[in-house]
């Protein structure tokens, strides 16, 4: 058991600064062991933070937060962050329903000064305050940006630092050069940071200097004394300041050294020897992603035109399968989902058959491209949307809930939800025979039902016909729509005869084109309507049916709409969360009995 | 009259490479000419095709279109490209309805490879299109795309050049660099464009060669023997390749050269002296976007917290009067919409009061800032949405008509949308007295109605509740519901005491949060419900009411929804969009009368 002999001393950033500078290396030392011991056993972002653990120190120790600014990028290293402002003793309710936020939030402590999640906003907003601080005549304080070699390679950042180089605001942007994202980092300008860690570029501007930054690293991050040493000159310099900081993610664990990948969120592990800890997982059902990997293998082998294409997500969206199979053939673009769909077009003008992979929040990040080069052209760009509905512990950054209702107002799109991995397969096989118009198909984080009957793997492909929904129960008193994979609780409740002979459920597979012919038939032979969907309620599926009830004069239908209301959503496991917002089974019997 | 010598000769680039290359310099001069004999009649984007004239040449005579590939970013510059790609005889319909569109659109023509309008998309597209190509083991196909340097300097445009520097991709960029956008552009990488232009970065690795591009540059655009020659030889050479030319937009006219902004899109001109024809303007209504300019300045100047932001636009925005004023308070951050939305955020936390006004269209670029930065965090930014609703000639890319859909299932956002200059006024009078919530205040391009009484800017500011409409009529038959300036129809229609007697008239003002009060007095009072929005259908005003008198159990009320349906709209006059899409004054006249 090691003593937090430092550690222990420190609640806030003031008490840090009370500490002599030779006991800072004890404290890197016990923050990291702090971190891992409680990682190991409540899970969570692990080699972001242990990366930082110096850097982390010595920004709080050099500049005085929480009046000057310090934003965290994207966020997954700010544990030690957490641990030195004030959040030590609730640091293990990390992630948790009701605990603090895995990602530094604004109103959860004043020293998080802004809320991130999302990649590359960091530039952008510590910009703003800077300006903000010159307006109001206060010209000390400090604003500092801490983004990694990732997330300052998105268009968003570039943009932040195009707009810093011609003011003259007080701010510092830390390069936390790491050489990763989540997976390795790609691109041009990580190749260009290696040139210029390698003294290549000497004697002339670098890229951020030719931005009009003051430029200086790249320095060892791990090097306390020089990292404050360097920290201290910078905040005596005017104007938009540059530090390159090379750091090594995971640092501190040699597993999280050496499977970087792996250790950004290892799960359990043993904090001791730092193996990750065997589950019981190889009994547990595949997930959805793998699901989505191994049949996109499966068709390219026969389906030359198939490409695939991730921004930054080739692991997490499992198309590592296709860049083991087809590295030709499949694209990581970095964090880049603006590039990624007009990319994806690009592809398709050319009669290519791009599946383009991007978590359901992220692809936020590129709607306008959406609407304007895939939509608006009829470009048939196939979008896997990934972790789509609530997605647990990452919370309200990631939730994907608003995917269905933003999609449905797009002309000529396409948009599907298959309510198993069967379903699944069969809309994947379905889209790449060819379609005139682009899809999206939306699917969850995770593992997929047990129930499935058979082998996934054997069961034949079947075409499903664009716009037919599925009717599951006939039964006579109401219907229940539903939409994805939240319609298995209907299916669990239908094997109770009561409800099967009641309740008519149909799975609509598509959101967008609507089955008319069925909604006709619910429109005549039913009064209550129950819809469900694991998104948005104004918009979506509850929504379209509705405006279709209305349109076709079917007045005195009442629809039920289950769905997450008009509200962010926190964290906590999918589970709780499920039954916070009333989708879960109970909540949903309850509006059957009631309505029976 | 200037006889067509050379022009005449050419239908489709195939003619263009059998003219001589010593009679090129005349078809520049020729193809000049014809762009400004056509505009100054017929109206369009003037200075941008005017720089280009030479580069179109060449790029046309050098290289094999339609096989190989040319894409304009934007294409305000490929009027010369439309004449000599076989629509020289149709040019005149340019932007009219039913005639050829002021952008290159794939479906026009297929010599226009990618459809364009927003900012940034070229080299994104075509890296996809080369990787296609490569993929497909065509090695001598050309692929180009033509940027700005205004276009350059967007995030979007930085994620295709770092990702295409790690390809061997046969592509070309071509820098068009002219200092401008629309407005003279800006950045810390104008700024060292204009170093290179000077040669103060010899022998060093410029920015795009420092992303793994050939860099050849810069060279004089208006030279066709140079550009010639330079397009010649990088033809041959593999890989990504990037040329650095150098134009002067509106070359060839006087006024056009001296007055680049005003004659970006000048309206009718004197083909002769150059001179902007004298319009009645003097006596049309003053235009939204002034009533905008002047009201924030009058604000500005009592409200200290009150600052700017524009991506781009500050004319066309009518920013420019801010910019005067209070040039501390406001800013102009490039294309870079994305940062502009959290810049603000920025500024929001700081206390100030980030007016942040984008047009319509283009805040599709910034919806996950929107919701992840602003909404989320209960940002107090002022999004001020310009041009919403159908803009008119420019078309499909351009109309603002998504917005209220995509923003009403963002939690935490308030929306508004003023039925005249008055309650503009008073909606931006109000938001600046403070709130605690960020806000979406919608108006169309163009001018305010004749119909206000009295002088605009004598009327004393009025605070309007958030979240309440005003009746205004109150007939007994149906009632009608509308949000912003599309309500004067209403108004119009109502000054017959056969409808005031009959319709009740409600000027929603807010789409968010809806005045739950009234709509209960209309479930409770009419049966047939019109609601009218210059928006899409689905997702919209019309969405919302529908959804509240479900909630409510008015299920007897027939909604009638009228709006823009479930497709893009082509280009055209507003008025003739307007009744095209069946929200004229007439088509609104016919359904009040069906149900009366």
């Known amino acids: 058991m090691v003593k937090y002999s430092v550690l222990s001393k420190i609640n806030i950033p003031a008490d840090l600064k009370k500490i002599p500078l030779s006991e800072l290396p004890q404290l890197a030392k016990e923050l990291r062991h702090f971190i891992i011991d409680i990682v190991a056993t409540k899970e969570g972002h692990l080699g972001a933070s242990l990366g930082v653990v110096e850097l982390t120190i010595a920004l709080?120790?050099?500049?005085?937060?929480?009046?000057?600014?310090?934003?965290?990028?994207?966020?997954?290293?700010?544990?030690?962050?957490?641990?030195?402002?004030?959040?030590?003793?609730?640091?293990?309710?990390?992630?948790?329903?009701?605990?603090?936020?895995?990602?530094?939030?604004?109103?959860?402590?004043e020293y998080d000064a802004f809320g991130v999640g999302h990649s590359s906003t960091s530039i952008s907003v510590v910009l703003g305050m800077a300006i903000a601080s010159q307006l109001k005549g206060d010209f000390n304080k400090q604003h500092i940006a801490v983004i990694g070699d990732a997330a300052i390679a998105s268009g968003m950042a570039f943009e932040g630092l195009n707009h810093a180089g011609v003011t003259n605001a007080n701010m510092l942007v830390i390069l936390n050069d790491n050489e990763m994202g989540i997976d390795p980092n790609v691109g041009a300008l990580k190749e260009y940071l290696t040139k210029v860690k390698q003294g290549k570029t000497e004697h002339c501007l670098n890229i951020f200097e030719a931005l009009n930054f003051n430029y200086s690293g790249p320095i060892d991050g791990h090097d306390l004394p020089k990292i404050i040493e360097e920290l201290e000159r910078l905040k005596k310099i005017e104007g938009p300041k540059f530090l390159h900081v090379i750091?090594?993610?995971?640092?501190?664990?040699?597993?999280?050294?050496?499977?970087?990948?792996?250790?950004?969120?290892?799960?359990?592990?043993?904090?001791?020897?730092?193996?990750?800890?065997?589950?019981?997982?190889?009994?547990?059902?595949?997930?959805?992603?793998?699901?989505?990997?191994?049949?996109?293998?499966?068709?390219?082998?026969?389906?030359?035109?198939?490409?695939?294409?991730?921004?930054?997500?080739?692991?997490?969206?499992?198309?590592?399968?296709?860049?083991?199979?087809?590295?030709?053939?499949?694209?990581?673009?970095?964090?880049?989902?603006?590039?990624?769909?007009?990319?994806?077009?690009?592809?398709?003008?050319?009669?290519?058959m791009p599946f383009c992979v991007i978590y359901s929040t992220f692809l936020q990040r590129a709607y306008d491209q959406i609407i304007h080069d895939v939509a608006l052209q009829k470009l048939p760009v196939i979008f896997c949307i990934d972790r789509a509905g609530l997605v647990g512990q990452d919370g309200a950054t990631h939730h994907g809930v608003f995917d269905l209702a933003y999609l449905r107002l797009v002309p000529n799109l396409i948009i599907?939800?298959?309510?198993?991995?069967?379903?699944?397969?069969?809309?994947?096989?379905?889209?790449?025979?060819?379609?005139?118009?682009?899809?999206?198909?939306?699917?969850?984080?995770?593992?997929?039902?047990?129930?499935?009957?058979?082998?996934?793997?054997?069961q034949k492909f079947n075409s499903l016909p664009i716009g037919k929904a599925e009717q599951l129960t006939f039964g006579d008193k109401i219907a229940v729509l539903t939409i994805g994979t939240i319609g298995n609780t209907i299916i669990d409740v239908c094997k109770i005869k009561e409800y099967s002979d009641t309740v008519s459920h149909i799975d609509m597979r598509f959101v967008k084109p609507l089955d008319e012919i069925i909604l006709h038939k619910v429109g005549k032979q039913f009064k209550n309507v129950i819809t469900i969907e694991d998104g948005s309620k104004i918009g979506g599926l509850g929504d379209a049916v509705t405006n279709f009830m209305q349109e076709n004069n079917y007045l005195d239908v009442k629809i039920h709409k289950m769905?997450?209301?008009?509200?962010?959503?926190?964290?906590?496991?999918?589970?709780?969360?499920?039954?916070?917002?009333?989708?879960?089974?109970?909540?949903i019997l309850n509006l059957i009995n009631t309505l029976l």
Chains 1, 2 share one sequence.
């Open 60 to 109: 709080h120790y050099v500049f005085n937060t929480p009046k000057d600014i310090l934003v965290w990028d994207v966020g997954h290293q700010a544990y030690g962050h957490k641990i030195l402002t004030g959040r030590k003793d609730i640091f293990h309710t990390n992630r948790q329903l009701g605990g603090i936020s895995g990602f530094p939030k604004k109103n959860e402590s």
């Open 247 to 352: 750091t090594t993610k995971g640092k501190g664990l040699r597993q999280a050294e050496e499977n970087q990948v792996t250790y950004h969120a290892p799960g359990k592990f043993d904090k001791i020897s730092g193996e990750q800890l065997k589950n019981s997982n190889a009994n547990l059902p595949i997930k959805y992603q793998d699901v989505f990997g191994l049949t996109l293998v499966e068709l390219a082998e026969k389906n030359k035109k198939i490409v695939a294409i991730t921004p930054a997500m080739p692991t997490g969206s499992s198309l590592t399968y296709m860049f083991d199979k087809f590295p030709q053939r499949t694209f990581d673009v970095g964090i880049a989902e603006q590039h990624a769909v007009t990319f994806s077009a690009g592809l398709a003008t050319q009669g290519l």
């Open 416 to 458: 599907a939800s298959p309510i198993n991995a069967v379903e699944f397969r069969n809309m994947l096989y379905t889209v790449q025979k060819g379609l005139d118009l682009p899809i999206a198909i939306r699917y969850p984080r995770g593992r997929i039902e047990n129930q499935l009957k058979g082998d996934l793997w054997q």
């Open 563 to 587: 769905g997450i209301k008009d509200q962010f959503i926190e964290h906590g496991t999918t589970e709780e969360l499920y039954h916070q917002v009333g989708l879960d089974k109970k909540s």
